[in-house]
């Protein structure tokens, strides 16, 4: 178990993975997903399903989710290896792990993904859409249909097909939490359609949120900046993962631990008066949203 109670690494060497999104055991160093402290019981109970849950952010957000007492259901691509890492990390925290390998940008596995949640824990609490592809292209003339398609496909279609099949069965006080991106407010030049899956998952969650309000059902997004996950080897090249991070004010890329706080408090009654709102874990980049 990677643990915070290591110290956090300056330096990352050069290299490159072949493969979308990424395997989190070939990455050197491991990215640190525990923070080493212990839980305080603040989702007790509650069930909670996060796609891209087998490896970074999401590992992280599992990690914590599972401390603070929840059942954590992992739906993920086929990092099989990952996700068991996780399923394991889980339960040495007491609580129960349910993996799910399907692809999320087809709707019917969304739904399935549901389905299999009610069959095993017979409720759900939170949603956190993670589950993202990115692909580097200097030029837009570059950006192929069937690449544009895909990321669209991941990054926010899915989230649009698992939420609308999840909640018929959310809760007054269930939470919804999606993964945007800095990029959402700040751009990128060599990540077009990356940053604009990103942007609408911004202006999803504000409109969801005024959707289901009177539900009482909350949705707030979290954007990071640099974070050391499987993404950053399997989209860039070695000379660019060396120096990643190191252009934001605290010079270094954020480990996903340190970003998986804000999804507990977003899933937790400590934000019971926030709903459409955006949190911005990003190094100390200025955003004016």
Known sequence: MQTAEKKIPKDI?????????????????????DNGKPGLGRLEGKVAVITGGDSGIGRAV??????????????????HGDAKQTAADIKKYGREALLVATDVSQEKNCGMIIKRTLEKFNRIDIIVNNAAVQYVQKKIEDITAEQLQKTFGTNIFAY????????????????????????????????????????????????????????????????????????????????????????IPMGRPAQPFEIAGCYVFLATEESVFITGQTLHPNGGSIINT
Do not use: C
């Open 62 to 79: 599992a990690i914590s989710f599972a401390k603070e007492g929840a059942d954590v259901v992992i739906a993920y691509l086929e990092e």
């Open 13 to 33: 060497p050069p290299q490159k993975q072949n493969k979308q999104p990424g395997v989190e055991s070939k990455m050197d160093p491991q990215p640190l997903y």
């Open 160 to 247: 649009f097909y698992l939420t609308k099949y999840a909640v018929p069965h959310l809760k007054k006080g269930s939470a919804i939490i999606n993964t945007a991106s800095v990029t959402a407010f700040k751009g990128n030049e060599v990540l077009m359609d990356y940053s604009s899956t990103k942007g609408a998952i911004v202006a999803f969650t504000r409109s969801l949120s005024q959707s289901l309000v009177k539900k009482g059902i909350r949705v707030n997004s979290v954007a990071p900046g640099p974070v050391w996950t499987p993404l950053i080897p399997a989209s860039f090249e070695p000379e660019k993962v060396d120096t990643f991070g190191e252009d």
